[in-house]
């Protein structure tokens, strides 16, 4: 087997949104049933959600183990829940893994879409990075999520159809706002969609390299 010279990124859903999914079935608006089992079976929901955090420890330690050189965990709607919400039904759980993983000495990512009001309590997990999506300026992100973090983010995917001078404006205006700050990951806000030209993100990534380089 060829060994690759790039470093690989493992990954996993977060137990709160692979737990949205079970009872969901899909990808939801309110996440109605998912938040009625929170409040109406408290039993019922930690037993859920510490089997997932348990099924999760695992995938991550095998995905290190196989040669990851970092994890990221994707809370894909836990921007859907309030602080308290998330504080008490969720954090303790997310909690658990990012302990799980210290000892493999390993970069810990965690990520959410819709996250803004939370930001503080998913750095308060345990990740070395904090992932931000598009809808906080990163120099207000950095300041919900406190100090001794990196953040990753956070431009808009949908704005990579634009024409090339709103996304170099965009790129600049995110490395600006973070201009003087250490632990800076640039990337998007969530993912790429299948219709974004791939030079164009090469165009994307130049400039970030360009700008670091100037600076």
């Not at 949205?20 to 990808?27: A, N, V």
């Given at each position: 087997m060829d060994v690759l010279e790039v470093p690989l990124i493992g990954f996993a859903g977060a137990p709160f949104s692979v737990a949205?999914?079970?009872?969901?079935?899909?990808?939801s608006r309110s996440y109605q049933k998912t938040k009625?089992?929170?409040f109406s079976d408290k039993s019922l929901w930690d037993s859920l959600m510490e089997r997932l955090t348990d099924i999760t420890?695992?995938?991550?330690?095998?995905?290190?183990?196989?040669?990851?050189?970092?994890?990221?965990?994707?809370?894909?709607?836990?921007g859907s829940l309030s602080p308290e919400q998330y504080e008490h039904f969720v954090l303790p759980h997310s909690s658990k893994i990012f302990e799980a993983l210290f000892e493999y000495s390993v970069p810990r990512i965690h990520f959410g879409v819709g996250t803004g009001e939370i930001l503080?309590?998913?750095?308060?997990?345990?990740?070395?990075?904090?992932?931000?999506?598009?809808?906080v300026p990163i120099d207000e992100a950095r300041k919900r999520i406190g100090v001794g973090k990196a953040v990753q983010g956070n431009l808009d995917p949908s704005i990579l159809g634009g024409d090339w001078e709103l996304i170099s404006e965009e790129v600049i205006d995110i490395l600006e706002r973070n201009a003087g700050q250490h632990g800076h990951i640039f990337n998007l806000g969530h993912g790429v969609t299948p219709e974004v030209n791939p030079d164009v993100l090469k165009r994307v990534v130049d400039l970030v390299h360009n700008f670091r380089t100037a600076s």
């Open positions: 949205s999914y079970l009872i969901e079935g899909g990808p009625a089992m929170m420890i695992e995938s991550l330690v095998s995905q290190i183990e196989a040669g990851a050189s970092a994890i990221q965990l994707f809370d894909s709607w836990a503080h309590l998913m750095s308060a997990a345990g990740a070395d990075v904090v992932g931000v999506d598009w809808r």
